[in-house]
């Protein structure tokens, strides 16, 4: 991940940070009144963050500077300094701190971390706090972006991965590196973002509309375990990412999010009022006692559509019977009871198909009186189950409203949510 520049490169790079620039190409202050925390790890991408401090005090952005005890192996606080116009923050203990975390923990709108090294990173994802920095991360409620910066080795490593999805189910937003040459002169994942990447995301964040704050929104997610004896139970291959991230988008957006969750291995999602069940039954008990609350339901959970007739309730022994036949029953159909409860909800369901896409999910939204259906192909394997990233055609009463490409499934919840948005108009 490291660029390796040369003493002339590097000199005249630091020299066009303190050269007059023309006028930002971006006229209005598009940031104006924010208050960034920028901290700044111990890597050679540590140069990167000086353009990228100058882009954001250009918008109108107000930014303090943190750095690492191993950032000021690369940088000095003194560049930074100057181009904040604040002094750089690096000692939690500094007798001149007075309890700065908890200062730029209350004030800070975005904590900007870029780069950020895979020991920062595996840090906040375990909740340590023996810095300036990653203390003043657990005292915020500000988001979190992180831009990581190491080798494309590093990155892929399962440690460092799974602290990055530890961070990501809990709302932080960690970019991923970009593919072209690295430093060490192969190709492959691992270059630092571009500053335009980062940008976008920093806008995105600080521009997220509220536009939910006047919502209340009951998502499902997730499969259900329907039990055959207390051993054994059927499920399906849902993971829950889906339902999650349209959980933790709503509740960017300001919506109060009651989130119905069967088993799965994700993190509910901070600030969010979260329920777990296991059976279809039990789902639809917690559906509709939040029901009537609700403005808008999206049911994400793929609910087990059979039940077994009967529930074993011991062990089934293998040796006393060697073919096992189990009877099942349908299990209820949730949003199908849903329509006749409307009192103003929203509806929106899932179709979750292998054939016959479109006219199966037109079937379901006109049997379920639904008011908009988001139907995925679930055969293609990066979309529906366990993926990260999904696709599928958005259907109302009056057809196909919106054909969503693949993408990210939390770029598709805000897409869903954009589409809800739209149809209800600025209720
Ligand atoms: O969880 P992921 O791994 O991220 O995968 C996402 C997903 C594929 C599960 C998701 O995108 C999706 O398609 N969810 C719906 C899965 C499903 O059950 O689809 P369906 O066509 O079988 O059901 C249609 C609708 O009826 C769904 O909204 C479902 O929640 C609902 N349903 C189904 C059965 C039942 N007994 N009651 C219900 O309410």
Redesign the pocket.
């Known amino acids: 991940m490291a660029d390796i520049v040369s003493d002339r490169q590097h000199n005249a790079y630091f020299a066009s940070f303190f050269t007059p620039r023309p006028t930002p190409r971006v006229t209005q202050k598009q940031l104006f009144g924010k208050h960034i925390v920028l901290g700044v790890g111990g890597s050679i991408a540590a140069y990167k963050a000086i353009p990228l401090l100058r882009r954001l005090t250009d918008l109108g952005a107000d930014v303090e500077v943190v750095m690492t005890a191993s950032a000021r192996h690369f940088i000095t606080p003194l560049t930074f300094q100057t181009l904040s116009g604040h002094p750089v923050h690096t000692d939690l203990f500094a007798s001149n701190s007075n309890m700065a975390h908890l200062r730029l923990a209350e004030t800070a709108d975005l904590i900007l971390v870029s780069p950020a090294t895979a020991n920062l990173i595996g840090r906040f994802a375990h909740g340590l706090a023996d810095d300036l920095l990653s203390t003043l991360i657990l005292a915020s409620h500000a988001p979190l972006l992180i831009v990581p910066a190491m080798d494309g080795d590093m990155w892929q490593h399962p440690r460092v991965q799974q602290n990055v999805q530890t961070l990501r189910e809990t709302s932080v937003e960690v970019l991923d590196p970009e593919f072209g040459t690295l430093a060490s002169g192969h190709v492959g994942w691992g270059r630092f973002p571009s500053e335009e990447t980062i940008m976008s995301s920093i806008i995105s964040l600080l521009t997220m509309p509220s536009d939910y704050h006047s919502e209340v929104v009951l998502i499902?997610?997730?499969p259900t375990h329907e039990a055959i004896d207390p051993v054994r139970y059927i499920a399906n291959?849902?993971?829950?990412?889906?339902?999650h991230a349209l959980a933790q988008a709503a509740q960017k957006r300001g919506a109060k999010v009651t989130f119905i969750t069967g088993p799965t291995s994700l993190t509910p999602p901070p600030s969010v009022h979260t329920i777990s069940i296991s059976t279809?039954k039990e789902m639809q008990n917690e559906v509709h006692k939040h029901f009537e609350r609700a403005t808008v339901v999206i049911?994400?959970?793929?609910?087990?559509?059979y039940q077994l007739t009967h529930t074993a309730a011991t062990k089934l022994k293998k040796h006393e019977q060697k073919h096992l036949s189990l009877t099942l029953s349908l299990?209820?159909?949730?949003?199908?009871t849903l329509a006749s409860k409307k009192t103003g909800q929203f509806i929106v369901?899932?179709?979750?198909?292998t054939e016959s896409l479109i006219e199966e999910a037109t079937r379901?939204l006109q049997e379920?009186g639904l008011d908009m259906i988001?139907a995925?192909d679930?055969t293609q394997p990066d979309t529906?189950?366990?993926?990260d990233t999904?696709a599928a055609i958005v259907l109302d009463m009056h057809g196909i409203a919106e054909n969503i490409p693949l993408m990210p499934?939390h770029e598709m919840a805000t897409k869903i949510l954009d589409l809800i948005r739209h149809r209800l108009g600025n209720r």
């Open positions: 499902t997610a997730g291959r849902s993971s829950g990412k889906m339902g279809a049911m994400a959970a793929a609910v087990a559509d299990t209820p159909d949730i949003l199908g369901g899932f179709a979750a198909e379901k379920k988001i995925n679930v529906g189950f366990g993926s999904n499934k």
